[in-house]
């Protein structure tokens, strides 16, 4: 095993300095705004003067250019390296951020998403840009993961149990944010940081505007199946079951996501870019088989789905 990879699987997260060079950060810049820009209707200028501006999912699978620099940056020996070069590419979204975030988790299961931040800008104390995390949060069913979790405040109105998902830390306690033992990551333009998206993390402040792609992958069947599983209620799935229960059980969660940016299995475009170091990470599948898993195995339960994908297991 890896220095990286030990480092990773202890910790969390792992940035890899000058991954790609600095002159592409214009162009990226300047491609990330056209389609941001195309996806809303909107002008650059009207855009950026939101308060929020909405994230554009899928957005790397909407420009050739974007893929382009995906499979020719190092980004992808480096998924090889930490969740197995079997790893299934998930999707990607293009996200504006203009102001700071409380600590939180991505997700929370017995299962490995590994989340590739690019920033198309230094990200320091001095611009508040900095990616805050407290390492050894994320391992599932650990102790110190779970002290962790009982320090979250869950979402209003989002109905999960707090043993759970995701959340911010309750500043209502006797510790203050600024208290909370975590490590702050100065990150390059250049820079990629890859952290397991059930990692505590944050970004503390945010003195100007930051343009982050967003690239995320499911552990392969190899590293899946090496290690034992936590949770029991679902042991019986295969590998492929359990990517397609997966994205059922998350669109149902967040339905409005269809909605708003089409059918299940929304990544399915990438068949049209011949790219075969992408392509290997894509499993795609058809709509019967959806259908099956979602009968069978989610029942057509939104509670079931919330069960397979947030519910931590019973004590044993």
Known sequence: MSS?????????????????????????????????????????????????????????????TLLSFLQDSRILPVVDELIGDDAVYWGSELSTFKSPSQFHRNNLGDYRFLKVG??????????GGQFSCIPGSHIYGDTFSNFCSTGLRWPKGAGYEEDTFRGEFDFNRPVEGNQIPAVNIDLAAGDIIFFDQRLVHRVPASNRLRRLISIVFFEGEKA?????????EFFGLTYSETLVAM????????????????????????????IDKLRKYLITHTGEQFKDVKDNVLGNSYDVACRYVFKAPSPR
């Open 4 to 64: 990286l990879r030990r480092f990773f699987d202890t910790f969390g997260y792992v940035v890899v300095r000058n991954v790609f060079d600095k002159s592409l950060i214009p162009g990226l810049i300047d491609t990330y705004d056209e389609v941001v820009t195309k996806h809303f209707g909107m002008s650059k200028e009207e855009f950026y003067a939101q308060p929020t501006p909405a994230p554009v999912i899928s957005g790397v699978e909407k420009s050739q």
């Open 118 to 127: 690019v920033y198309l800008q230094d990200t320091t104390a001095e611009d």
């Open 224 to 232: 899946f199946n090496a290690r034992p599983r936590a949770n029991r």
């Open 247 to 274: 994205k059922i059980a998350l669109y149902l969660i967040d339905a409005y996501l269809s909605d708003r940016y089409g059918p299940l299995n929304y990544v399915e475009n990438l068949h049209e870019f011949q």
